[in-house]
């Protein structure tokens, strides 16, 4: 398997306090099954859809206990060399370069602007097995309330071009590599969100059915941000699971209007 561009998403885990509950409430809305704990490595806990694996999630390690949210890691063919490029453009690392045995090597870090996000530097594990299917990753988008630091930040770590979305109602950019987009960028707004929300990458869930996915994540206790709404790309709604982890799930088959301009 050819390696993917730097910057590509790879990766997407969570820390949960209530470890079974998080796998309950992922089971029962994006379909998922569980693979055994690892118990070398914190008990993380791969997630499959249709038997590839999608996601991960593991227990906070003690002292790390707080509110759970998901966590995207962007591809690096040398973690330690990105963590650089991450300090020189003027972010932060949180976790220093470190192997995890042979499946690869991560950091995590924040940009700027506050937004949180991993480096994976892939050995055996490749990252995700599935992408656009049911109960995998699809998509995801920086929320920053300060899209100038973000916009300068992660195209100068990562290579991307910068291109905008032609809608007024909106400060929407797409970060771009070669020809195909790799990632949103999304301006938080006061009206939009509390103050109290911070910036953070909200990471997009493929289901087969939008609204039965909202009901099942509300009936078990989610917290419905924001739609269902139906897009050029699909239809999508914002959640918030019991855990207080943000994510969005689409249903990419139901579309409506016509694709926007990127200039």
């Known amino acids: 398997m050819a390696a993917v561009p730097a910057g590509t998403p790879i990766w997407a885990d969570a820390m949960f306090t209530d470890l079974e509950g998080a796998k309950t409430f992922y089971s029962e809305v994006l379909g998922w099954t569980f693979g055994e704990a690892s118990s070398e490595y914190g008990n993380y806990t791969e997630a499959y859809a249709d038997g590839k694996a999608v996601a991960a999630v593991v227990p906070p390690m003690p002292g790390q206990e707080g509110q759970s949210q998901w966590c995207l890691y962007l591809a690096s063919p040398d973690a330690a060399a990105t963590a650089g490029k991450i300090r020189e453009n003027g972010g932060t690392v949180l976790m220093e370069p470190m192997e995890v045995g042979d499946f690869g090597s991560m950091c995590l870090a924040r940009d700027?602007?506050?937004?949180?996000?991993?480096?994976?530097?892939?050995?055996?594990?490749?990252?995700?097995?599935?992408?656009?299917?049911?109960?995998?990753?699809?998509?995801?988008?920086?929320?920053?309330?300060?899209?100038?630091k973000s916009d300068a930040f992660f195209p100068a770590v990562f290579g991307y071009d910068v291109k905008t979305l032609d809608d007024p109602a909106m400060d929407f950019k797409i970060y771009q590599l070669g020809e195909g987009p790799a990632l949103g960028r999304m301006k938080m707004t006061d009206e939009e969100f509390p103050p109290e929300v911070p910036s953070y990458i909200q990471v997009y869930f493929t289901v087969p059915d939008c609204d039965a996915a909202v009901a099942a994540a509300q009936k078990l206790?989610?917290?419905?941000?924001?739609?269902?709404?139906?897009?050029?790309?699909?239809?999508?709604?914002?959640?918030?699971d019991p855990q207080g982890a943000a994510f969005a799930v689409i249903d990419v088959t139901t579309t409506e209007g016509e694709m926007p301009q990127l200039t």
Do not use: D, Y
């Not at 990252?127 to 990753?137: K, L, M, S, T, V």
């Not at 739609?227 to 914002?238: E, L, S």
């Open 112 to 148: 700027p602007g506050g937004v949180t996000f991993g480096v994976w530097q892939a050995g055996t594990h490749k990252g995700f097995e599935a992408q656009n299917e049911p109960g995998a990753f699809c998509w995801a988008e920086v929320m920053t309330r300060a899209p100038e």
């Open 221 to 240: 206790g989610a917290t419905l941000a924001f739609g269902p709404m139906t897009i050029p790309f699909g239809r999508f709604a914002a959640l918030v």
